[in-house]
């Protein structure tokens, strides 16, 4: 069983900068593709940014294009999303999410996904 844990979420003024960390235990993360979505009350579960396993390519929701960027650290066992520019619609509660990469569709799409974390709250509020 893959086992994801998301942190770094908490309170932050309009335009400020968080770092929300993805940490595996029990595999190696660099094998697969790793996403990031996000769910904000009464909404659905969007996608925000996905990397591919071997980090060639990357998606990001329109949303967040020029805001946010995913990254690996494969030395920590860890994908990162660094969220710049915050605004108050990025309030949502953060999930990151694994698939081997002979599953994964390349487009970000949460179906591809079978790992789940329990996720980390942004809340962006002045």
């Known amino acids: 069983q893959l086992q994801l844990v998301e942190s770094g979420g908490g309170l932050v003024q309009p335009g400020g900068s968080l770092r929300l960390s993805c940490a595996a235990s029990g595999f190696t993360l660099d094998y697969y593709a790793i996403g990031w979505f996000r769910q904000a009350p009464g909404k659905e579960r969007e996608g925000v940014s996905c990397i591919s396993s071997s980090a060639g390519s990357t998606n990001y929701a329109d949303s967040v294009k020029g805001r946010f960027t995913i990254s690996r650290d494969n030395a920590k066992n860890t994908v990162y999303l660094q969220m710049n520019s915050l605004k108050p619609e990025d309030t949502a509660v953060y999930y990151c999410?694994?698939?081997?990469?002979?599953?994964?569709?390349?487009?970000?799409?949460?179906?591809?996904?079978?790992?789940w974390g329990q996720g980390t709250q942004v809340t962006v509020s002045s």
């Open positions: 999410a694994a698939v081997p990469p002979a599953y994964y569709s390349g487009s970000c799409d949460e179906r591809d996904f079978g790992s």
